[in-house]
């Protein structure tokens, strides 16, 4: 059995901001129109990684944004269409995750990512996290995009996770709240935009990551005493 106290997290939306970086990315070929798309983008990005699970995460980004750009009659060259790709290692960190993350290390606490995305992307993000990840799974290592289980349980077995030693925090209440759940996982959820999903599916839910190694050990020794 592991001994070793684990913390898994999402990446882009939980450590950084996800929606700024694809909002601010769409701008240099809709002008003024970042914000306002967004939603659209966000619509289509899942539906993207659902009809194609073994993607990487840079192709799903130019699908998803080909197809915001026809539902908005934008007329985008080849070579547009990979913006978001190329902006995605300088989207912002939350200005309180690196801070957040070197509490939990400080604490006792094993980093990892569980992260949507593929193994350039993440490597190109980590260089801003700053911190020390003893482990990283993505889709492309997978095969497959959260909310599919297979995310976790690739981690669990690659790693000798025992459950009991783990605590997953993530932003997305679909993506990552209600599978750990499925699985039993212990969970916090980041609820930084006032969503309206159903607290009680996490053990412990946080407006942002401060005070989170607080909130992860409290979560852990109320479920193991």
Not at 22 to 45: F, K, Q
Not at 75 to 85: G, I, K, M, P, S
Not at 107 to 128: H, K, P, Q, Y
Not at 201 to 209: C, F, I, K, N
Request: proline share 4%.
């Amino acid at each position: 059995m592991s001994e070793k106290r684990r913390v898994t997290f999402d990446c882009f939306g939980t450590l950084v901001d996800w929606r700024h970086g694809i909002a601010t990315g769409i701008e240099p070929v809709a002008s003024g129109r970042g914000w306002e798309l967004l939603d659209v983008y966000n619509r289509h990005e899942p539906q993207v990684q659902r009809e194609h699970p073994a993607t990487r995460y840079g192709d799903v980004l130019t699908e998803a944004l080909k197809r915001t750009a026809t539902g908005a009659e934008l007329d985008l060259l080849e070579d547009d269409t990979r913006v978001l790709t190329a902006g995605i290692p300088f989207w912002p960190l939350f200005p309180e995750t690196r801070q957040a993350l070197h509490e939990l290390r400080e604490s006792g606490w094993n980093l990892a990512l569980l992260t949507d995305c593929d193994r350039v992307v993440i490597g190109e993000t980590r260089r801003r996290l700053r911190v020390q990840f003893d482990a990283v799974v993505t889709a492309e290592d997978c095969g497959a995009y959260k909310p599919a289980h297979h995310r976790f349980e690739c981690f669990e077995k690659s790693l000798g996770v025992t459950r009991d030693r783990w605590v997953h925090v993530a932003q997305s209440h679909f993506h990552d709240m209600v599978p750990a759940g499925e699985l039993d996982i212990a969970r916090v959820g980041i609820n930084r935009l006032d969503a309206s999903d159903d607290p009680s599916v996490a053990h412990a839910v946080r407006p942002d990551l401060s005070d989170l190694a607080a909130t992860v050990n409290e979560v852990h020794q109320k479920l193991n005493g």
